[in-house]
């Protein structure tokens, strides 16, 4: 800080709290604010959703837990209702060591990112409806997949009824909808190990045994990308519907990302 920039003593104010509806980020949804965002959301959930059942947030002893890349894409919507321009996450927000403070050995946080890799999933069929409506997609160039699977996210998550065969969700690119294809997101990387991230929010120095973090990847079709509560970064998971009680939905500020080049 330059010395024409400096604070004097007299120009700090300390306050006993923040005012109730002032929330500081990065934060998890808990308290009167995680209680405000979650009746919106379970007023989704009904009207809008049907009670669909792969829609899994709860609100116990005053914080939301339990979280799967839909809940994210959900509250992602509901948070644009609120001032400040407040978000779920995507890969790169990773980077805050606030947030791997947040989740460091007790939680996992979703981000509003899913990571296709080939429209068929031998992991989860329930994943291919879904996969398939994706790999149609301006941007998504199937010809690529192969050698660099792709990164999607800006979505409204959207019901689907006629999916019977899937989570009857689905995600409907929105005006932030961007792919970003990357080798980084092959099988072949599956338990390498990092230490940095990019821009982005991929490894930048994958090692097979050097790093403090672990990034999971798979072999072909659909999956979520979510931050571990080993501080791994895991796009290897078949269910886009689990979920458990260490699941946290993260909110972060000012989190609308600029576009990535399709490199």
């Known amino acids: 800080m330059s010395l024409e920039t400096k604070l004097e003593l007299s120009d700090f104010e300390v306050i006993g709290k923040l005012p109730d509806?002032?929330?500081?980020?990065?934060?998890?949804?808990?308290?009167?604010?995680?209680?405000?965002?979650?009746?919106?959301?379970?007023?989704?959930?009904?009207?809008?959703?049907?009670?669909?059942?792969?829609?899994?947030l709860k609100f116990e002893n005053g914080v939301i837990i339990h979280s799967t890349p839909f809940d994210a894409i959900l509250i992602d919507q509901i948070l644009k209702e609120v001032?400040?321009?407040?978000?779920?996450?995507?890969?790169?927000?990773?980077e805050d060591q606030r947030i791997l403070d947040m989740v460091n050995g007790e939680h996992y946080s979703d981000t509003r990112a899913f990571v296709l890799r080939n429209p068929k999933d031998s992991?989860?069929?329930?994943?291919?409806?879904?996969?398939?409506?994706l790999a149609e997609q301006q941007g998504v160039e199937?010809?690529?997949?192969?050698?660099?699977?792709?990164?999607l996210y800006g979505f409204t998550l959207q019901p689907?009824?006629?999916?019977r065969k899937g989570y009857g969700l689905r995600t409907?690119?929105?005006?932030?909808?961007?792919?970003?294809?990357?080798?980084?997101?092959?099988?072949?990387?599956?338990?390498?190990?990092?230490?940095?991230?990019?821009?982005?929010?991929?490894?930048?120095d994958l090692d097979r045994t050097?790093?403090?973090?672990?990034?999971?990847?798979?072999?072909?079709?659909?999956?979520?990308?979510?931050?571990?509560?080993?501080?791994?970064?895991?796009?290897?998971?078949?269910?886009?519907?689990?979920?458990?009680?260490d699941g946290r939905v993260v909110v972060v500020s000012d989190a609308v990302a600029p576009k990535t080049s399709n490199q």
Not at 123 to 133: C, G, I
Request: hydrophobic share 25%.
């Open 21 to 56: 509806n002032l929330v500081q980020t990065p934060t998890f949804l808990e308290g009167e604010f995680g209680r405000a965002v979650y009746e919106r959301y379970q007023e989704l959930r009904e009207s809008v959703f049907s009670n669909n059942p792969n829609l899994r």
């Open 83 to 94: 001032q400040g321009k407040p978000r779920t996450p995507l890969p790169r927000h990773f």
């Open 123 to 133: 992991y989860n069929s329930r994943n291919e409806p879904l996969a398939e409506f």
């Open 142 to 151: 199937l010809s690529r997949l192969e050698r660099e699977p792709v990164m």
């Open 160 to 163: 689907w009824p006629e999916d």
């Open 172 to 204: 409907t690119p929105n005006e932030e909808f961007t792919v970003h294809h990357d080798d980084r997101l092959l099988g072949k990387w599956n338990g390498y190990r990092f230490t940095k991230i990019d821009k982005i929010g991929f490894p930048i």
């Open 210 to 245: 050097k790093g403090h973090r672990t990034w999971y990847t798979r072999q072909d079709g659909l999956s979520g990308l979510c931050l571990g509560r080993n501080l791994d970064l895991n796009s290897n998971r078949g269910n886009l519907d689990n979920s458990n009680s």
